[in-house]
C-alpha cells in the first residue's frame, strides 16, 4: 500500500483542457514536491509546498498543499503536447530528507 | 541535464550474479540517495549517505548494499540477483542533508 495516492492513474485528454492530478495521505508530511519524469529520464522537481494551505503557480501549473498538509494537487490549464509525461507527487516528513513517492499519474496530451 | 551522473546506463545480467552501480554527485553536493523505480512498487527509496556516512535506510534488501567513498561518489552493489530486481536505479544528489534532490538519468538492471 502506497503512503501517498495519487489520482488517476492515467489521463488522457486534447490539447487545451484542463486537468487535475491528486496526490491524497493520511500522514502528514512537513512538505511535499511534485517532479515530472519523461522517459528513459529521472524525475525532475517542479515545485516544492511547505505552508498548509499554500498554492504555488508555475506559468499553466497550478500546485495546491491541503490545510492539513496531508493532501496536494496539480492543475494544469490549456494542457500542451509538451506537458505530456509522468506526474509524481513526494512527500518528506519531519525528520530527515528521505522522499515518500506516490505511485504517479501517466498524462496524455493528444495535439 | 541535472549533473548527477550514473553508469552505467543499461545492465543485463544473470540470476544469482552480482553488479556494481555507480553515482557521480553534482560538483558540490555532499549527499547521495538511492532509489528504485519498479512497475509494481513504484519509486522506492533506498539509503541516503551524507559525506561518507549512512544517514538514512529505506526499503533495502540485506543483499544490497552501498557506499560513499571520499571522493563523494556513491556505489550500490547488489548481489544474489533474482527476477524480481529488475528495475531502474536512480542516485540523487543533494547539497546538505536535507537539500533539494537532483535525480541522474538511472540505471535500467535487467534481470535474466
Known amino acids: 500500500t502506497q503512503l501517498l495516492e495519487q489520482s488517476p492513474q492515467f489521463l488522457s485528454i486534447q490539447e487545451g483542457e484542463n486537468l487535475t492530478v491528486y496526490c491524497n495521505s493520511s500522514s502528514v508530511f512537513s512538505s511535499l514536491q511534485w517532479y515530472r519524469q519523461e522517459p528513459g529520464e529521472g524525475p525532475v522537481l517542479l515545485v516544492t509546498?511547505?505552508?498548509?494551505?499554500e498554492v504555488k503557480k508555475l506559468k499553466r501549473l497550478t500546485f495546491q498543499f491541503g490545510d492539513a498538509r496531508k493532501d496536494s494537487s496539480l492543475h494544469i490549464t490549456a494542457a500542451q503536447p509538451g506537458d505530456t509525461g509522468l506526474y509524481l507527487c513526494?512527500?518528506?516528513?519531519?525528520?530527515?530528507?528521505?522522499?515518500?513517492f506516490g505511485g504517479g499519474t501517466r498524462v496524455l496530451v493528444k495535439p | 541535464d541535472s549533473g548527477v551522473t550514473q553508469t552505467p546506463k543499461h545492465l543485463i545480467t544473470a540470476t544469482g550474479q552480482r553488479v556494481t552501480l555507480r553515482c557521480s554527485p553534482r560538483?558540490?553536493?555532499?549527499?547521495v540517495y538511492w532509489y528504485q523505480q519498479s512497475l509494481d512498487q513504484g519509486l522506492q527509496f533506498l539509503i541516503q549517505y551524507y559525506n561518507g556516512e549512512e544517514r538514512a535506510k529505506g526499503n533495502i534488501l540485506e543483499r544490497f548494499s552501498a557506499q560513499q567513498f571520499p571522493d563523494l561518489h556513491s556505489e550500490l552493489n547488489l548481489s544474489s540477483l533474482e527476477l524480481g530486481d529488475s528495475a531502474l536505479y536512480f542516485c540523487?544528489?543533494?547539497?546538505?542533508?536535507?537539500?533539494?534532490?537532483?535525480f541522474g538519468p538511472g540505471t535500467r538492471l535487467l534481470v535474466l
Open positions: 513526494a512527500g518528506i516528513k519531519a525528520a530527515g530528507n528521505k522522499l515518500t
Open positions: 509546498v511547505v505552508t498548509g494551505g
Open positions: 540523487a544528489s543533494s547539497v546538505s542533508d536535507t537539500g533539494t534532490q537532483y
Open positions: 560538483s558540490g553536493d555532499l549527499s
